[in-house]
């Protein structure tokens, strides 16, 4: 038999039962991540969404009763009604005596994945099983990290004049002509996920001027790889009166700050992640090198080949990341490599556009955006695309559209870094990729 909630509330997360609650009664809730049955005493580790606290049973102490009812499994979700005592062994120096316990839900004997934390199961059998995975220590850190990087990021953006925009995830033509769009049917018609807020943002910069959104973007890209997903979660900026010099000293001091956050507000993840010494607060500007001198490098000192106006392999990034460890920025790529909306430097084969690199992880691409609508229906026909196609995208050039320049930032790409993950997987609650839909 199962216990009703009923009237029992929380009065306490577990973070909060601190030395000044000792001999208080409080009212914990949560799951049960590890247990020890020595006949006369018994521990629970009591897990809810922000850590443990452990429970103390002793015959005689407690009651026959409650004694008697504590018969757990592995994560069996329980509510513990209990007096504060102070026990330096516990975890936190705190341990709850229980005067009553609800049993709300039990778990099967054995688990698919490994709960205590002593074993790690393995990424796939994880994620068949994300809503229990979710539960563990570890993502536990991961997941808190990645609620400061967007509490911060926020924070650092609304301190600056940014207003949060929240643009259409289903759109009618493709937002930057590519080909990786999902089709989806929109009543009788053929419509898209998008791809990129990227037209959305432009146009906003023109009424908001400083303008961001973190939102999903999909990707039909069939890359199997450890930092590619089919569905993203991008953190997108458009600055107008600003050229790409803007951007690059506004994303750095983001960077910046939100690594600061990180440390001063989620250490003991850092510290379960073994990061504490590794995700230090970067120093700002960041190194900037060109295009040209990135190709050089690796042609003269890895002795892989690089043509000039070719995109840089996954194997060429991985060497330069041996040599660049930390945050830089590649600027001026070609431009036959950017899109459309990517303004050209003076010398024409040249963009005025950067990618923010860690070590061999690209983490944004961004850059100054064509504002002249002449002269971006002239870039549209370039890269192929008809300019008909782009109408209503176009008419908003007519109306005194400023010069603007932005970027975008995926968050998972980053939090992978930051949690010295090895596969982007590992940063998404709910991965999506060419073989996975489900959970
Ligand atoms: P881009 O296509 O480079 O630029 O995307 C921006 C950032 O999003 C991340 N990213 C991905 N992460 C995981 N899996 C993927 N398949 C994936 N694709 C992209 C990367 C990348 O740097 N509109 C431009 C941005 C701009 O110019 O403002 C754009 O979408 O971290």
């Known amino acids: 038999m199962l216990d009703e909630l009923g009237e029992w ?105 490994d709960m205590t934390g002593e074993t790690i199961s393995e990424l796939d059998l994880r994620l068949n099983n994300r809503g229990l995975d979710l539960r563990s220590l570890k993502n536990q850190a991961i997941f808190g990290i990645r609620g400061e990087i967007l509490r911060s990021i926020r924070k650092f953006l609304f301190a ?14 493709a937002t930057e002509g590519g080909t990786e769009l999902f089709p989806i049917m929109y009543f009788d018609r053929e419509a898209f996920l998008t791809q990129s807020a990227q037209l959305y943002k ?61 440390r001063a ?49 996954t194997e060429a990034y991985r060497e330069l990341g041996k040599e660049l460890t930390g945050y830089y920025y590649i600027l001026n790529w070609p431009m036959s490599l950017k899109p459309f909306y990517i303004k050209q430097s003076k010398d024409p084969k040249y963009s005025e556009s950067f990618d923010l690199q860690m070590g061999w992880l690209e983490l944004t691409s961004g850059g100054t955006r064509v504002h002249n609508k002449k002269q971006l229906m002239a870039a549209l026909e370039v890269k192929g695309l008809n300019p008909a196609v782009f109408e209503s995208h176009l008419r908003t050039f007519d109306f005194g559209m400023p010069p603007h320049a932005g970027v975008g930032l995926g968050i998972a790409r980053w939090l992978t870094f930051i949690c010295g993950l090895d596969d982007i997987r590992d940063a998404v609650m709910y991965p999506r990729t060419p073989d996975r839909l489900t959970p």
């Open 265 to 313: 507000n989620q250490m003991d993840a850092l510290k379960l992640l073994k990061m504490e010494n590794k995700t230090i607060v970067p120093e700002i500007p960041f190194p900037r090198y060109s295009y040209d001198e990135i190709i050089d490098l690796i042609n003269k000192k890895f002795g892989i080949t690089i043509e000039w106006g070719e995109d840089i392999s």
């Open 160 to 173: 600056n004049d940014f207003t949060e925009i929240t643009t259409p995830k289903i759109i009618g033509t």
């Open 202 to 262: 432009e146009q906003l910069s023109g009424v908001y001027e400083r303008v961001f959104e973190i939102s999903p973007c999909f990707r039909a890209e069939k890359s199997r790889t450890k930092r590619h997903l089919c569905e993203i979660f991008v953190l997108d900026i458009e600055m107008a009166f600003a050229d790409m010099s803007d951007v690059l000293k506004n994303l750095e001091e983001l960077i910046h700050d939100v690594i600061k956050d990180i």
């Open 9 to 113: 509330r929380k009065t306490h997360y577990t973070k909060d039962v601190s030395s000044e609650l000792i001999g208080q009664e409080v009212i914990l809730g949560g799951w049960v991540r590890n247990y020890r049955d020595l006949g006369g005493l018994k521990f629970i580790n009591l897990q809810d969404k922000y850590g443990e606290r452990q429970i103390t049973l002793k015959k005689g102490v407690v009651s026959n009763e409650v004694f008697e009812k504590i018969k757990v499994g592995y994560q069996y979700c329980i509510m513990v009604k209990g007096k504060v005592k102070d026990f330096k062994k516990a975890p936190g120096g705190i341990e709850i005596i229980p005067s009553d316990v609800k049993i709300l839900n039990k778990t099967p004997e054995k688990l698919p994945i």
